[in-house]
């Protein structure tokens, strides 16, 4: 975060928390869809499962941390508890869970065993805790969200730092519950106690975000094809939502203007499904489509939150391993070299004629450097000029999010044949922007800022070659 500058432009709307600036840093992380369904074949279990189905031949946390690290993941979240309610963790609360079943003669915990596995790794860990519990005698009654919470503080206290905690929005219906075998429902706008539960999480944990429709960190995209909208606003009227209660088209796009800084998370399968199924080990997405994915979700300024369901063995298939090897090696191929870097940077007044607001400062690494202006100048333009044309067919932008998203619309032109003419444009660009354009040569690029509810702050300007 900024430390105060008094000759900066003043931040504009809502801003990010520190912790949600951390958040935005990872942009790709990844999924872990491991339970009971993994061994009955299921997508949602009805709660009534054997714990002694749970059973890897296999397990190997390492596997699995090592296969998401190599492929450029930057943490992983695990399911330690999905809607049928069997624990991934010898929880005191309940006896469904590892502790009953024979994997590892009782004594196993999935959980500690990938936390570990990632901190070895360097990746972040992060947990989903179902609110719904098809197993749980009480859920749909009040006792339930106690015991709900003894559960949540158990993994927010025993697994090291946790960089973001999951909150599913599935809340009622049909399940076991004990043996009732009957349909529960819930008020869902009083019953959890959200805020109650999500103080507890600031308490225990509080450099992770929280994850739910209504945040109050991260929101949910509004659907699980891994898709930000082409206009996807950082911000949000918060108050709007509740989790579970998703109106998707404006969690697609965000709010403008909007009360909250609740940035977009694009989560999305490797497989069909969320569990590993054996009928799809040929329907895992390739790495194109995993790329087309990224730049459709971190190139609209979200996250890609990617599933990699680990097998009956308890490891990531190898199909999915090398497609996720595959992605890694494209992304880092076409990132490796930011062609602007080669270019001079000119723009007309920059703010105070200060060298620290100069559009030079747009090429510059630091993340803490930015270009911006006076504060009357809302449409600046700024050109690349280059002492030997460029062949690039990716354009990418930053804002400088500790002073808010400012721009509202941006075009890019090039100079062909004595003019210009235009490339791309866009809307939103917060945390990042990655448009592909046609692939084109040029020696001069203009950038033009056509919209901005305050003066810009542009932290990044970068071309590539995608071959």
Not at 61 to 77: D, K, P, R, S
Not at 370 to 389: A, E, R, V
Request: glycine share 10%.
């Amino acid at each position: 975060m900024m430390s105060f500058d008094p000759s900066a432009p003043l931040p504009f709307g809502p801003i990010p928390s520190p912790r949600q600036l951390q958040w935005h840093a990872l942009e790709l992380y990844g999924f872990l869809h491991f339970t009971v369904n993994t061994f009955t074949d299921l997508e949602w279990g009805f709660g009534d499962e054997s714990p002694d189905i749970f059973n890897p031949s296999d397990f190997d946390a390492e596997q699995m941390v090592a296969t998401a690290a190599e492929g450029g993941l930057q943490g992983l979240i695990l399911t330690c508890k999905h809607h049928d309610g069997f624990c991934l963790w010898p929880s005191r609360y309940t006896g469904h869970s590892v502790r009953s079943s024979s994997w590892r003669g009782g004594q196993g915990d999935v959980v500690r065993e990938i936390s570990d596995a990632c901190r070895r790794r360097g990746l972040k860990f992060g947990v989903y805790l179902s609110p719904w519990d098809r197993n749980y005698s009480a859920y749909g009654y009040p006792e339930y969200v106690p015991y709900y919470r003894a559960q949540l503080r158990e993994l927010l206290e025993n697994y090291g730092p946790l960089f973001e905690i999951w909150f599913d929005g599935a809340n009622g219906g049909s399940g076991y519950y004990g043996g009732a075998r009957e349909t529960r429902t819930i008020d869902k706008m009083i019953y959890y106690g959200w805020e109650e539960t999500w103080q507890m999480v600031r308490n225990l944990q509080p450099e992770a975000v929280i994850f739910s429709d209504a945040g109050p960190d991260v929101r949910w995209v509004g659907n699980e094809e891994g898709l930000a909208g082409e206009t996807c606003w950082a911000t949000l009227n918060r108050s709007d939502f509740i989790p579970g209660e998703a109106n998707r088209d404006r969690l697609n796009s965000g709010d403008r203007p909007a009360s909250d800084w609740l940035p977009a998370e694009c989560d999305v399968s490797i497989r069909p499904g969320w569990f590993y199924h054996p009928a799809e080990d040929r329907r895992v997405k390739t790495p194109e489509q995993l790329l087309d994915l990224y730049f459709a979700s971190v190139g609209r300024g979200g996250s890609l939150l990617l599933n990699l369901p680990p097998d009956l063995r308890g490891q990531i298939h190898p199909n999915d391993a090398a497609a996720l090897r595959g992605f890694h090696s494209r992304l880092s191929r076409l990132f490796s070299r930011n062609l602007a870097c080669d270019a001079a940077a000119i723009s007309g007044p920059y703010r105070a004629g200060l060298d620290r607001f100069a559009p030079a400062q747009l090429l510059n690494p630091d993340p803490e450097a930015y270009w911006t202006c006076d504060d009357h100048d809302l449409t600046p333009t700024l050109i690349l000029s280059f002492i030997q044309p460029q062949r690039f067919n990716v354009v990418g932008l930053r804002e400088y999010l500790p002073l808010g998203q400012r721009i509202s619309a941006f075009a890019i032109d090039t100079w062909q044949s004595g003019g210009w003419q235009p490339l791309t444009s866009g809307t939103s660009i917060g945390a990042r922007r990655l448009l592909r354009t046609p692939t084109i040569t040029a020696a001069t690029l203009r950038l033009r800022i056509t919209q901005a509810a305050a003066c810009p702050a542009l932290s990044t300007l970068g071309l590539w070659l995608e071959e």
